[in-house]
């Protein structure tokens, strides 16, 4: 397994596929610290995304990193900082005031799952199966399941009420339930599945 | 909650045991521990749900990072930096300048536009907007709700109509942009604009109508599409690919002949068919070669330059010598800064030129 400094320097040397690693390796990490900092899921993944596209296109005069993880997380911190404050005239948040503090740089509770391989738990049937819910149930169930989201902050985010939204959740769940016992369907996702497996095998 | 009547959508649905799962809860995390000491039916339900909970954090957490691996991958491949300013002189001779540049503003402008042409194209997912819209200077890519992704150039708007996505896929569009549409044989894809609209079932095309400009073109470069020309009297035409229409509004003809209606009547019948897209002599499209980050003229006049760069780069060009404006010139710009292109311009056939601070910028261009 290539470490990140190698990744790294592969990057500077205009390897795709292995900046596109790097990308893979810490994406939820950047993903969960700013959705700690921040609510709005799509500024932070567009966030990262400028953060990398603009590594990729500075490539050739960026330095070796002591240490990619770290460089990664305070330059994307710095980013959605300034760019919250240019969404939002208000003053930011003092969590992200405090930004480059040791507290942003420990684990998320996402993050720790992650790290614990489970790879096993990975599921191809339950994913095609949340491709085929109705948009408004997959959405409340990526808020609650992935971005984690309160209730009550989804009730602000989607202007429903928090009974329609547990109902909906409800409802989502045992049409999800009921078709794991389904035989899974042939998808191109079962590639993608297999060499993550692999993947985190070799790791 | 009676134990015996909850089972695992019961327990996912309950916030207290996913802080469980997530050990995000000191207080939750103790009441769950103990709710699975009551009994083994209890441990059970516990370690089912617990185990169906991770599978769903990771399935989602896999199904979202993919997709947005493929976005950055996507994203990468527009922002290609080729090299190369290539110049052709058009003719003329060239002649000795004496530039009077100033170039402390000029090189103030150079590091403005470098950095404002950069922050360029800005990716969005449109799902809760209806409007987008672009500024002079600025370009967005946006992906509609059914996989469409619009390349919208400088100066632009796009409307995307209600009940998207339904029975028809409709925008309305005043300004300039690139479409790659999702193929969806049951539900059309139009683009409507003032004299045009472009019915498509999966292809990829440019439309170039501004409001303020007379002539509106549709570019066709993979696929098939049927273009209306509503002015006129609802002609339709079939693209195929490497093939263009252009519609050019004359409406002073038409007021002019508005008095006697049997010609304004013939006016309207014009003959309108569709091009082949010619290549230029460097084997460029320039109809799309916005798309790809590249200003493209090909024995355009000056008049028509300014007012590419006008929208490109946010800028207001105003002519001080006239006869400028016929000047024409070939060449080909990628990622360049606007007083390059100037400078590069005045090689081929002198002029000069001043930018003047300001928000917006203005330029003069004097013979």
């Known amino acids: 397994m290539d470490t990140d400094e190698s990744l790294w320097n592969g990057m500077r040397q205009g390897k795709e596929d292995m900046f596109l690693e790097l990308y893979n390796r810490h994406y939820h990490t950047l993903f969960f610290i700013g959705l700690k900092e921040i609510s709005d899921a799509q500024l932070v993944k567009d966030t990262i995304q400028q953060l990398f596209l603009y590594l990729w296109e500075k490539k050739k005069s960026i330095h070796q990193a002591e240490n990619v993880k770290s460089y990664l997380i305070t330059s994307f911190l710095r980013k959605l900082t300034a760019d919250w404050k240019k969404n939002n005239n208000r003053v930011a948040y003092l969590h992200v005031a405090g930004m480059g503090s040791q507290q942003d740089l420990l684990p998320t509770p996402e993050e720790e799952l992650i790290e614990k391989n489970e790879a096993y738990h990975l599921s191809v049937t339950l994913a095609d199966h949340v491709n085929e819910l109705p948009n408004r149930q997959r959405e409340l169930i990526f808020l609650r399941f992935y971005e984690g989201l309160s209730y009550e902050k989804i009730a602000e985010q989607t202007g429903l009420s928090q009974r329609t939204i547990y109902n909906s959740i409800h409802e989502a769940l045992k049409k999800l339930r009921l078709e794991m016992h389904h035989p899974a369907k042939p998808s191109s996702l079962n590639v993608m599945v297999l060499l993550f497996i692999i993947t985190l095998v070799i790791l | ?367």
């Open chain 2, 1 to 367: 909650m009676y134990p015996d009547k909850m089972n695992i959508e019961d327990l996912l649905t309950d916030e207290s045991f996913i802080n469980y799962c997530k050990n995000t809860s000191a207080e939750d995390v103790s009441y769950w521990t103990n709710y699975c000491l009551e009994g083994e039916a209890q441990r059970q339900l516990v370690a089912a749900a617990r185990e169906k909970y991770l599978e769903m954090f990771y399935t989602l957490a896999f199904m979202d990072k993919k997709a947005e691996v493929e976005r950055l991958r996507s994203r990468m491949h527009q922002k290609e930096t080729a090299p190369v300013i290539r110049l052709d002189s058009n003719g003329g001779m060239k002649r000795k300048l004496v530039l009077r540049l100033l170039v402390a503003s000029s090189l103030l402008a150079a590091v403005f536009f470098t950095a404002r042409y950069f922050i360029g194209a800005d990716d969005h997912i449109a799902e809760s907007h209806n409007e987008v819209l672009t500024h002079y200077g600025e370009r967005k890519n946006i992906q509609l709700p059914d996989g469409t992704i619009v390349y919208l150039n400088a100066g632009s708007n796009l409307k995307i109509e209600a009940d998207f996505g339904l029975l028809a896929r409709t925008v309305s569009l005043d300004g300039e942009a690139f479409f790659d549409v999702k193929q969806n044989k049951e539900i059309p894809f139009i683009v409507k604009t003032t004299s045009m609209d472009i019915k498509a079932l999966g292809t990829s095309f440019d439309v170039k109508a501004y409001k303020n400009d007379k002539t509106t073109t549709t570019s066709l470069i993979t696929g098939l599409v049927e273009v209306t020309l509503k002015e006129n009297d609802n002609k339709k035409l079939v693209l195929h690919p490497n093939q263009k229409v252009e519609w050019t509004r004359e409406e002073k003809h038409v007021a002019a002949l508005r008095a006697d209606t049997v010609q304004t009547h013939i006016l309207a019948k014009r003959e309108v068919m569709p091009e082949k897209i010619r290549l230029t002599d460097h084997g460029h499209v320039k109809e799309i070669a916005w798309k790809e980050n590249r200003l493209v003229f090909d024995n355009d006049p000056m008049e028509e330059i300014a007012v590419l760069l006008e929208r490109w780069y946010g800028v207001q060009i105003a002519f001080k010598d006239e006869e400028v404006r016929n000047y024409r010139f070939t060449a080909v710009f990628t990622k360049e800064e606007l007083g390059k292109v100037l400078e590069f311009l005045k090689e081929s056939r002198s002029f000069s030129f001043t930018i003047e601070p300001g928000e917006p910028k203005r330029v003069y261009i004097y013979k």
